[in-house]
């Protein structure tokens, strides 16, 4: 099955070229595109796309604003796209803003073709897109020069056993499953079992929040 995908940004000549490279991957189908966030989220609810590549920065809605309404609909709409945050710059308030709301990742706007595409498919998967440096260094940069808005975030590790949260550390490092897995000489699947648990009990939409909460909470500082 396809990957479906709407591309969100003011720049006209952006989206042609976004939807080109992506159009022509025999696994992706562009159905939608928009100016900016409030056409954005139309299109997202009439199109019901797999991924949402959506613009930071946009005229009417930014792409804040717009991935909260895509990730946190009203009563009744039950589709949740993957969001995909595009930015110019390697450290944006609204990039981490984004990733607290629920966004899978983002990506910067001059990256390799080949990124565009490969990230497309991994936040398709399900997997949040951490593996960028330009990431890590976006969480902890936040993470150092913001107060945790804590609550209580030693409780909540406190209910992790001694493997999740060597295993919850190791991902906020930017190691992939297969990196931990070896990193623990444990099974591939058994990586996937414990983060699994930690999402559910650290109460989290995915990997790229259980990163944040892992800095917030102190379990990994950043230069680390």
Known sequence: MSIRVIIVDDQAMVRAGFAAL?????????????????RGVEVGRSTQPDVVLMDVRMPEMDGLAAAR???NPPPGVV????????????????VYEALRAGA???LLKDAPPADLIAAVRVVAAGEALLAPSVTRRLIADFAARRP????????????LTPR???????????????????HLVLAEQTVKTHIGRILAKLDVRDRTQAVIFAYESG??????
């Open 69 to 71: 309404e895509l990730l």
């Open 104 to 106: 899978s990742g983002f």
């Open 219 to 224: 379990l990994v500082t950043p230069g680390q």
């Open 79 to 94: 589709h949740l796209p993957k969001v995909l945050m595009l930015t110019t710059f390697d450290v944006d308030d609204y």
């Open 22 to 38: 992506l159009a022509a991957q025999a696994d992706i189908d562009v159905v939608g595109e928009a100016p900016d966030g409030r």
């Open 148 to 159: 945790a808005r804590r609550r209580n975030p030693s409780l909540r590790l406190n209910g």
């Open 164 to 182: 999740e949260t060597e295993v919850l550390e190791l991902v906020a490092q930017g190691l992939s499953n297969r990196e931990i897995a070896d």
